[in-house]
């Protein structure tokens, strides 16, 4: 309590402080004392904003040059050379703008710089400049906001019927991957059913899911449309493969999806940068909690051919849980055992 009081007279006093050193200026005003004083720092601030202006540009120019492989990874989907092409086309447009106002800005700044020989001009309006600068923005954010509209709607359609379809559920601090087997469709789930073995609550009353396997590793087939079916336990996290130009956030209670075509295999994709060790990721972009940073997977994408032999050799979560067969309708036990591939 002492330290409020303490703080609250300090601020009293520099309150009054102030109102004395405002009051004897006006009083030097009324009596005619008072000399506005001009000296070299108008100029020296005006030329320290030309030199800001020219050293902040290029630093930012230099940066962008040099380090633009880091920030923007080979696009290795198809969609994605769509989602570049709009990206870019708004950092030309909006950063042409930024360039030309803030070197405005800053000249402005020196050139109009206070000099007692300088007269003000009154320029109180001009219908045509308010017209241009109301309606060629208007025009611009029209074509971009359509143009992204267009292009996220076909990015967010309905997959096509033979998509694979891939579950990526996400936990404090992990994700699961789950796959629709060879019928390639996911079983239903249900959250009440999750436990220590069955993490991902998978519902086996549903027969779509006798065949479901999980994997440790994200493997896709190139040039093949995948459909991740996104979810999540606890908090939101967020499916992040910046080579596939693919983000979405994976909420609880509220299932979300994303369609891509990868169309580079991982193989390519080593050869291309010659790095022999490359492998793509998926990441969280979410600050889900202090295990945030170990939520990455890896993420494989094969050939066609070589993905539907490794999925071929893949045993079903059924297969290795089998005490999980008493939840299964007794209807459906003899279907689950050969689908599942139980052995008897």
């Avoid at 990441?283 to 170990?294: K, Q, W």
Wanted: glycine share 6%; proline share 3%.
């Amino acid at each position: 309590m002492f330290g409020f009081y303490l703080l609250l007279a300090v601020f009293l006093v520099l309150a009054i402080l102030i109102l004395i050193f405002r009051v004897s200026r006006l009083i030097n005003v009324v009596k005619g004392s008072y000399e506005k004083r001009v000296t070299a720092s108008n100029k020296v601030n005006g030329m320290l904003m030309m030199a800001f202006l020219i050293v902040g540009f290029g630093l930012a120019f230099w940066y962008s040059w040099a380090f633009y492989d880091e920030y923007v990874p080979p696009i290795a989907s198809d969609h994605g050379e769509l989602t570049d092409k709009l990206f870019w086309r708004t950092m030309w447009i909006t950063g042409l703008v930024f360039f030309i106002t803030h070197v405005l800005l800053f000249y402005f700044a020196w050139k109009y710089r206070y000099r007692e020989d300088a007269k003000a001009l009154f320029y109180p309006e001009n219908n045509k400049l308010e017209m241009l600068w109301t309606g060629v923005p208007a025009v611009v954010l029209t074509w971009l906001v359509i143009s992204g509209w267009m292009a996220w709607d076909d990015i967010m359609a309905d997959p096509s019927q033979d998509a694979e379809q891939i579950e990526v559920f996400g936990y404090q601090f992990a994700w699961a991957i789950r796959y629709g087997g060879m019928d390639n469709d996911l079983g239903d789930y249900d959250y009440r059913l999750i436990d220590n073995t069955n993490n991902l609550g998978q519902d086996f009353s549903d027969r779509a899911g006798f065949d479901d396997f999980q994997y440790k590793d994200l493997v896709v087939p190139v040039g093949q449309e995948v459909i991740l079916k996104i979810r999540a336990r606890d908090v939101l996290h967020s499916v992040y493969i910046p080579h596939f130009r693919l983000k979405m956030d994976a909420m609880p209670g509220m299932p979300t999806q994303f369609k891509f075509t990868a169309n580079t295999t991982t193989d390519e994709m080593r050869e291309e940068l010659g790095d022999p060790e490359f492998n793509y990721e998926l990441a969280c972009t979410e600050v889900c909690g202090n295990g945030h940073f170990s939520m990455r997977k890896i993420v494989k994408v094969l050939s066609q051919e070589d993905y539907a032999k490794w999925k071929a050799e893949q045993k079903s979560w059924l297969s290795k849980n089998p005490s999980y067969m008493s939840q299964v309708p007794e209807n459906l036990k003899e279907l689950a055992v050969v689908s599942a591939g139980i052995d008897q």
